[in-house]
């Protein structure tokens, strides 16, 4: 079974630029996730859907960041403009239920460098 | 009510060793408690998980204890391997809703051969 990809895995712009990361989950996996990880921080949910709606945005910064998930598969995370504060790693992740649980599976994550 | 706290900061340990890993949590809501591990450049992975109908989990070398009425749990590795040094960070959920995690600050773990 693939796991979940993103890309790019990496990216270096410059504050006020605009940039987008891509996100493809297990495939059959109805729940997606996007997290924040800063550097030496656990990671923080930004949104959450299920299928191609959101289920949880209450910690996405609505002024700058934006997601989609058109047909319920694959996502898009944008940020505009970036700050500064804003280079992390984006960590996209999905999950099933099994057996009662919704087991999260992360993919590699996208490093963004905000310069 | 969301905060799920984590300790040591980072660990050290001897090859054959045991290690273990803390965490602390406040939101008595919380019915899903994973643990992850992530090595540099890497995603975290899930490496084992208990819900709070039972004290204590073992997968192989990996043991959660809990107890819920200190609502704390902590990831017990026993025989730690080089191979083990990496990040660990405990998290809780909401699972019933599928919700998300909230994780700990993470530790990080090196094993001495």
């Known amino acids: 079974e693939a796991g979940v990809a993103q890309s790019p895995r990496y990216k270096i712009i410059e504050k006020r630029q605009s940039v987008a990361f891509w996100c493809n989950p297990i495939?059959?996996?109805?729940?997606l996730y996007w997290y924040q990880q800063i550097l030496g921080q656990g990671p923080k949910l930004l949104i959450q859907?299920?299928?191609?709606?959101?289920?949880?945005d209450s910690q996405l910064p609505k002024d700058r960041f934006s997601a989609e998930r058109l047909k319920g598969v694959d996502s898009t995370l944008k940020i505009q403009p970036a700050k500064l504060e804003d280079s992390a790693v984006y960590l996209c992740a999905s999950s099933s239920l099994r057996r009662r649980v919704h087991e999260q599976y992360f993919g590699p994550g996208t490093r963004l460098t905000v310069t | 009510q969301q905060q799920v706290k984590q300790s040591p900061q980072s660990l050290i340990v001897q090859k054959g060793g045991i290690s273990i890993i803390n965490c602390a949590y406040e939101n008595t809501a919380f019915d899903y408690f994973p643990w992850y591990q992530q090595f540099p450049g890497k995603g975290p992975a899930l490496l084992i998980a208990i819900r709070p109908d039972v004290s204590e989990k073992k997968e192989g070398r990996f043991t959660i204890s809990f107890n819920k009425s200190a609502k704390q749990f902590s990831l017990h590795i026993m025989d730690s391997q080089p191979g083990d040094s990496a990040t660990y960070f405990c998290?809780?959920?909401?699972?019933?809703?599928?919700?998300?995690?909230?994780f700990g600050e993470g530790t990080q773990l090196t094993v001495n051969p």
């Open positions: 495939s059959g996996h109805a729940t």
């Open positions: 998290a809780a959920s909401k699972e019933t809703s599928g919700s998300r995690l909230t």
């Open positions: 859907f299920q299928n191609n709606g959101v289920v949880d």
